[in-house]
């Protein structure tokens, strides 16, 4: 039995977020440049896109690059967007053919106008899709989206569109990047690494963590499936007591 027939599809995560990270380690281990590691990265990226779409899930956010991604050496980022545009040229047919919806969140502004154009292009053509919303995090970073999130309900207050006793905590997710998605019930990282870098801060409150020591170049769809059984065997109590959660889940069935 694969781990896919062990998932429980009445309970998928609604919104899964990956940290994508290990494409360097993978590439040094076979004594490749990083690049190769990158270059590798997008089958998985192509793998577990697929994966999800085939298994239902509504959304999917990668983080491909932060804003602090932008200090690497100039030939790593350089080739990254090189990467980014070619990869986005060749897939637009395949996101259609699986009505997947492409959307982007960060700071696109910083990205070559090359890399904008591109994805501009993308995000027309499979706007019309209503499968799996895949979103890419571009050139983004929590910090930055908050505070581009302030700055923004700042403007509406000063324009009286916003008065500063209604701002909820809705408000503040009406301003973020991710305003049309719900959080990330599952979050992933690969590598073996145990942090956040700056990814989705706001969003994440009450996600599901999962690490994992595979490196991005080897993760695959079952790996993915393994995340997501590990994610159903758990209990999610908001802040409520396990006695609570069973009782309600009594009271549903
Ligand atoms: C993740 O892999 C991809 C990006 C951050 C663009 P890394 O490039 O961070 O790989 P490691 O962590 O150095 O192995
Ligand atoms: C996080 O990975 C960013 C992406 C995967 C795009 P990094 O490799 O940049 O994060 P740190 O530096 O290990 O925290
Ligand atoms: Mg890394």
Known sequence: MSQKDKINIQQLPKHIAIIMDGNGRWAKEKGEDRLFGHLNGVESVRNIVEGAA???????????????????????????MELLVETIRK???????????L????????????????????????????????????SYSSRWEIAHAVKK??????QNKLQPGDITQQTIQQYLCTSQF??????????????????????????????????????RKENLYEAILDYQNRERRFGKTSEQIKQEEITKS
């Open 182 to 219: 719900p959080d990330p019930e599952l979050m992933i990282r690969t590598s073996g690494e145990y942090r956040i870098s700056n990814f989705l801060l706001y969003q994440l409150a009450y996600a599901e963590l999962y690490f994992t020591n595979t490196l991005w170049p080897d993760f």
């Open 54 to 80: 085939e298994l239902g899930i509504q959304n999917l956010t990668l983080y491909a690059f932060s804003t602090e991604n932008w200090d690497r050496p100039e030939y790593e980022v350089t080739g990254l």
């Open 103 to 138: 959307h982007v969140i960060g700071d696109i502004s910083m990205l070559p106008a090359m890399a904008k154009k591109e994805l501009d292009e993308a995000i027309n053509e499979t706007s019309t899709n209503t499968g799996l919303n895949l979103i890419m995090a571009l």
């Open 153 to 158: 309900i700042a403007e509406d207050v000063k």
């Open 91 to 101: 897939e637009v047919p395949t996101l259609n053919k699986n009505n997947i919806r």
